[in-house]
Structure formats: C-alpha cells, structure tokens
C-alpha cells in the first residue's frame, strides 16, 4: 500500500509539472503580446490559470473585457469557488453565471449597482466598475464608499491614473490593463515580504549587536563563531549572560538569554527590531511571556512566524534561561 502511495504521488507530481509547463508554453507562444507592455504581466496572468488566450496563439491584449470576463478573472485570481446558484439578475444564463453568483455571495458585485436588476454580462466594463470590484473583493467597500473607489485604487496602487491627472473612470479597459490591475490587486492582498540577509558570520554579528541603541558592556567571540555579551564590561566571564549565534547547520540565529537582567532586555528587544522591524513588539511580548513562564515539560515554548520568518522562545529547565531561534 506505501509502495502503491508513492506512485500515486509520483504520477500527480509529474501530471502537475507537466500542466504548469503546458501552461507556461501556452502563455510563451501568444503570436500578439511578444511585444507588448504588459507581456510579463500576461504571461504571469496565464500561467497562474485565472485568464486565457482566445486561441493557441492570440491573447488580444487590446480588446476591450466584459464584465463577466472581468469578474471571472477576480473570482479566479482570488481563488474564491464558483458557485452555480440563482441570483436576482435575469440575464444571468450563460457560462458566467457561477461567477455573477459568487461574485454577489463575496459582495463583488451588488444588485443595486445595475439598472433593472440585468448585470449585463456582455456589456465592456469600465475603470470605476474595476476599481468597485478589487477594492471590495479586498474587503474595502467601506473606504471605497467614503474615499471614492477610483481613489482608493490609485491608493492602493491598483490602477494609475492619466498625464492629467484624471483616472478615466468611464473608459473601457482592455484586456492588458485589466490583467495588471488583478495582479496589482493580489500584490495587496498578498504582499511580498522582502528576506533580508542577515549577520552570519562572527564579524557581521558583532558589528550588528554592537550598533544596537541599548548596546553597553563589551562583546567577545566565543567557539564557533559565538558573540559573548557582557554589560557589565568586566573580565568575569561568568558576567557573559548574552550569547548571540548564527548556526549554520539549521540557518537560524539563536539568542541565548542566561540571565534576564533589565540590560539585556533592552539589547534583546533592539535585536528583535533588527529581524523583525514591523512585528518586533509582538516578538518581545512573546519572549516575555516564555521568560515569565514556570518551566514545565512540553509547555515552555511559544513557536510562531513574524514577517515570514520562524520565531521560537524556549525556557530552560532551570526556570531562568531562555533561547530564541529565528529562521533564515
């Protein structure tokens, strides 16, 4: 049974390289968009799977789309299922009536936008009616409401506005266009969190912890690459009660906190804010729940992701030290 599992997996695992590079040639071989401004754009577009091409090898990057194009495309991108259900438009027969639907389940689209209650699935579909869309499918109606849509968009950096100033509102948009401003509607809702490389060697790591605001005391390396903190700047070793590592084996750093003298503290959080300058405040927090923690077996951690980044805080056995690793 565990042999037959492993063809299974290995087969799926083959059929799905072979769709993404079917998918991605598909996109490669658009005989009208190898020139083309957005061809990056539409070939990202194509190969995630949520627009086509009207052939093999024609995307018409500069036709005008429908709504129901338009809409089929968002519910795609944003991976929302279509659901073929009744809805209060009559004119929703047709290969799109899933997406209207769906659209009107996530608040996309709403009834009373449209004139006799037909969505007009063929109807092109404009910059405003775009902007309506993305803000609200990223669960900002209500600011679109007070702001004004095309406002937010442009905030938002979905959409840009003309030379004059103007967003165009009432033009129609084409294909290239629309596909940018999905991709740009994904780019918020998802932003990419940048990796930054950090200290690794000993040198780096001294530099790094030694430029630190609540840095005081003196550092000195210890086996294998280890910084040794002392604050107090004496030569007791035993007043080393900081130790900062880069372990290259499991590509983490690793802060060893031996005693949690108010000094150290503040060094600690100084080095939280260096690996995680938007969250170091719910780092902290969680080192001081660990630090304040009774040891007790299988129930001394907290282990967690900040910023796309491993966080983890560990207490020792002799309720005193604690560890932090943090990925990358």
Not at 184 to 202: E, F, S
Not at 311 to 323: D, E, I, L, S
Request: charged letters at 25%; aromatic letters at 10%; a positive charge.
């Amino acid at each position: 049974m565990q042999k037959f599992s492993r063809v299974v997996l290995a087969i799926t695992l083959l059929m799905t390289v072979w769709m993404s590079v079917q998918t991605a040639a598909a996109a490669a071989s658009f005989t009208d968009t190898k020139t083309h401004w957005a061809k990056a754009e539409i070939d990202s577009a194509v190969t995630q799977g949520w627009i086509n091409g009207y052939d093999a090898s024609t995307f018409r990057p500069n036709a005008n789309m429908t709504r129901a194009e338009f809409l089929k495309s968002l519910v795609g991108a944003m991976k929302l299922k279509a659901e073929d259900t009744d809805t209060p438009f009559v004119d929703d027969r047709g290969w799109f009536r899933g997406y209207i639907a769906t659209g009107l389940k996530q608040s996309i689209i709403k009834v009373g936008d449209y004139k006799e209650n037909t969505f007009e699935p063929n109807r092109m579909i404009t910059r405003e009616e775009i902007a309506r869309m993305t803000i609200r499918a990223l669960g900002k109606d209500a600011e679109g409401v007070k702001t004004g849509y095309l406002a937010v968009a442009k905030k938002l950096e979905i959409m840009k506005g003309y030379p004059d100033g103007t967003m165009g509102g009432e033009k129609n948009a084409t294909r290239a266009e629309a596909v940018v401003m999905v991709l740009n509607t994904l780019k918020v809702k998802n932003p990419v969190v940048a990796v930054v490389d950090y200290p690794k060697t000993k040198e780096e790591l001294n530099t790094m912890i030694q430029s630190l605001p609540s840095f005081k005391g003196t550092t000195t390396y210890g086996h294998n690459g280890v910084i040794l903190i002392n604050t107090k700047g004496s030569d007791n070793f035993f007043d080393n009660t900081l130790v900062v590592e880069y372990n290259t084996d499991y590509k983490q750093t690793n802060i060893i906190i031996a005693e949690p003298t108010a000094d150290n503290k503040a060094i600690i959080k100084d080095l939280l804010k260096h690996y995680f300058p938007k969250s170091f405040e719910k780092a902290y927090t969680s080192y001081i729940k660990v630090n304040d923690m009774k040891f007790v077996e299988g129930s001394n951690s907290i282990v967690t992701m900040y910023e796309g980044r491993s966080f983890g805080a560990y207490k020792a056995n002799n309720n005193k030290k604690v560890t932090i690793e943090i990925g990358g």
